[in-house]
């Protein structure tokens, strides 16, 4: 059975990340390795909490023709089988966790980085490169698999520091890439993986998240800096990152 304390960061990180269109699986795989749960288990939590968050939201984005399906198809294209490969990787223990804590670095720098938004909207019709967005998003997804995140958080930065689209589009486009790839590399997990489930620690979770998520779509946004909540989330995915290299390297 879950901790009452993972529920509590569940519910809190789904929040935060909502608010700024994330699922947020990076952070539950942070809080989830100080605990004795098996790898796998720790990557489906994850994946099912972010598509539990993101779903409303990508539904919200396309009900309102924020998702532009020619820049988005190219990129979920060649990363859905991507992460399902991904997803059917089995790593050990310590491999895993290196991989994750590079991860969670890598990711504070990007969220971290601002691009200035006159450039972003100056810019928003560049021309679509199919096969340099096709290796983007198949980058991701293979690594989104293989960790078990949904791998908005490394699309976002990167899609705004190459000025693709407007700030709400890309936010649209992530949390589509979230969606579409956590369910992949649930489909990639579950093929490779037979594992005894914690059901009612799952739906704990699940029950925290969607709360925490649907909260933070629909205030979050509105009473916060969005640029404060990124840089306060970088930090303590910089922190998480730092603190599961620092258990796990051995040298």
Not at 60 to 73: E, G, M, R
Not at 82 to 104: N, P, T, W
Not at 206 to 235: D, E, M, S
């Amino acid at each position: 059975m879950a901790h009452p304390e993972i529920i509590l960061f569940f519910l809190i990180i789904s929040f935060v990340y909502a608010s700024v269109g994330f699922g947020g699986g990076s952070s539950y795989l942070a809080v989830l390795s100080f605990y004795a749960l098996p790898v796998p288990e720790m990557k489906l939590i994850a994946l099912i909490c972010n598509i539990i968050v993101v779903t409303g939201g990508t539904i919200l984005f396309i009900k309102h023709k924020q998702v532009n399906w020619k820049k988005v198809l190219p990129l979920v294209l060649v990363s859905v089988p991507m992460a399902f490969v991904g997803g059917r990787l089995k790593l050990s223990e310590d491999v895993f966790f290196v991989v994750l804590g590079i991860s969670l670095l890598v990711a504070s720098v990007l969220l971290w980085l601002k691009t200035r938004m006159n450039d972003v909207v100056e810019t928003a019709s560049i021309k679509v490169s199919y096969v340099k967005e096709g290796a983007l998003g198949g980058a991701i997804g293979f690594l989104s698999g293989m960790v078990g995140i949904g791998g908005g958080i490394f699309l976002s930065p990167v899609l705004n520091l190459m000025k693709w689209d407007i700030p709400q589009k890309i936010a649209a486009t992530a949390s589509f890439f979230i969606l579409v790839n956590s369910v992949s590399g649930i489909a990639g997990q579950q093929s490779a993986h037979k594992q005894q489930l914690d059901y009612l620690q799952i739906g704990l979770l699940a029950a925290a998240v969607l709360v925490g998520g649907q909260a933070g779509a629909r205030i979050g946004i509105k009473k916060f800096n969005p640029l404060v909540i990124r840089r306060v989330t970088a930090l303590v995915v910089f922190i998480a990152g730092i603190e599961v290299l620092h258990k796990h390297l051995h040298f």
